[in-house]
């Protein structure tokens, strides 16, 4: 499903004849493409959309990594350009937790699994990996962890 919705908003942005952002979901389509080259001599994928979500999160992360080490070494105009790319690449993202949300979640989990010291925290991220898969920032969700636990 989200394969196709990329691909049509290449065609649309194609006909739109919007550069920039024809540049960015084409970029999206090749990350994709390396994925799927990469899984083909991995055992079975999973859900297609995940592995998708999952390439678009990793994309966006380089992205914001981008945006902060340009603008702090005095390059506005090409953290703009990622700041674009970035615009972009959310547009396919699932929609994201807020810090709420994740807090409710890990609470949840720890209660459902028993967890009660810092030593479960392996549990409960891999928990929350396999339920909340491209709905969270994952590094943010690891310290709201540790934080749940001290």
């Known amino acids: 499903m989200l394969r196709d919705s990329l691909t049509q908003a290449q065609k649309d942005a194609m006909k739109a004849r919007d ?17 799927d080259i990469e899984l083909r001599t991995a055992p079975a994928a999973g859900d297609d ?50 810090d709420a949300e994740v807090s409710a979640a890990i609470e949840s989990i720890k209660a459902e699994i028993g967890a009660e010291s810092i030593k479960d925290m392996g549990k409960v991220m891999a928990e929350l990996k396999t339920r909340f898969a491209g709905q969270m920032d994952f590094g943010k969700a690891s310290g709201l962890v540790k934080a749940s636990f001290g």
Do not use: C, N
Request: aromatic share 2%.
């Open 19 to 35: 550069k920039d952002r024809l540049a960015a979901i084409r970029l999206i389509l090749a990350k994709i493409k390396d994925r």
């Open 49 to 98: 959309d995940a592995v998708i979500s999952e390439v678009l999160q990793k994309m966006a992360k380089q992205r914001r990594e981008s945006i902060t080490m340009y603008e702090q070494g005095g390059r506005q105009e090409l953290a703009d350009q990622e700041k674009g790319e970035l615009a972009v690449i959310e547009e396919f993202l699932p929609q994201q937790m807020s």
